[in-house]
């Protein structure tokens, strides 16, 4: 069992849509969580981090429960530009490797 | 932010040609660099961490002798493909982390690698 796991999709919804995406970890001593955007043939970039609190940035808000080991990435008003693969990642440890799901492919049509 | 610089961006290949590929981090000091790769459709895995000064460590599966990383200053670390071979056609990319308790990940661009 992969240590991330997310639904690949792909997810095809219109412009202003608002979607979803869930993801599972596995090792309950994960203590750092992310969602990375990843366009294609790029490396990933930091969207945002994720608490237990919840957080919100614009049209993004990031979701973990750490009883369920569940992070949850929803957005709101997609955008054609929000097109691009979601990266569910956790860190162990401060300073450690980062690791990835295999990702969430996000496709917004006009 | 911080910058990792990496070069090549894409290389193509030979089978049986090396290939080295060189990460800089340009305004901070990288003391630990994290080498992924990625194939198509798969997620960053880690290869190896290297640290300034030290050998680095590598993941289970990941040949070290095929692999061979060098960490010599706190600003450049290479992986170098040895014998590469069409298999390890893939996305191989650096990351360092910025240190700190809010601790953030300076990512390569990455380099992609054909091998023919």
């Known amino acids: 069992r992969k240590e991330v796991e997310q639904d690949p999709g792909p997810f095809n919804v219109p412009e202003g849509a608002t979607v979803a995406f869930n993801c599972t970890y596995s090792n309950s001593a994960s203590q750092s969580f992310f969602w990375y955007r990843q366009d294609c043939r790029k490396e990933p970039k930091l969207l945002m981090s994720?608490?237990?609190s919840g957080n919100e940035d614009g049209r993004f808000t990031a979701q973990l429960n750490r009883a369920s080991q569940y992070i949850s990435l929803l957005i709101r008003d997609s955008k054609l530009s929000d097109s691009a693969t979601y990266l569910c990642?956790?860190?162990?440890?401060?300073?450690?490797?980062?690791?990835f799901g295999k990702g969430t492919t996000l496709s917004v049509s006009s | 932010g911080a910058v990792v610089s990496q070069h090549p961006s894409r290389v193509i290949c030979k089978s049986g040609t090396s290939v080295k590929i060189e990460c800089r981090s340009l305004?901070?000091?990288?003391?630990?660099m994290f080498w992924y790769r990625q194939f198509p459709k798969q997620s960053l895995m880690l290869m190896a961490t290297s640290n300034e000064g030290s050998k680095a460590t590598y993941e289970q599966g990941v040949e070290k002798d095929k692999f061979l990383i060098n960490h010599a200053s706190l600003t450049l670390s290479t992986l170098t493909v040895t014998s590469a071979h069409p298999e390890d056609s893939s996305f191989y990319i650096c990351s360092s982390p910025s240190g700190g308790t809010q601790e953030t990940q300076y990512f390569g661009p990455g380099t992609r690698l054909l091998v023919l």
């Open positions: 305004d901070f000091q990288a003391t630990t």
């Open positions: 990642v956790v860190n162990h440890q401060a300073g450690t490797a980062l690791i």
């Open positions: 994720v608490y237990s």
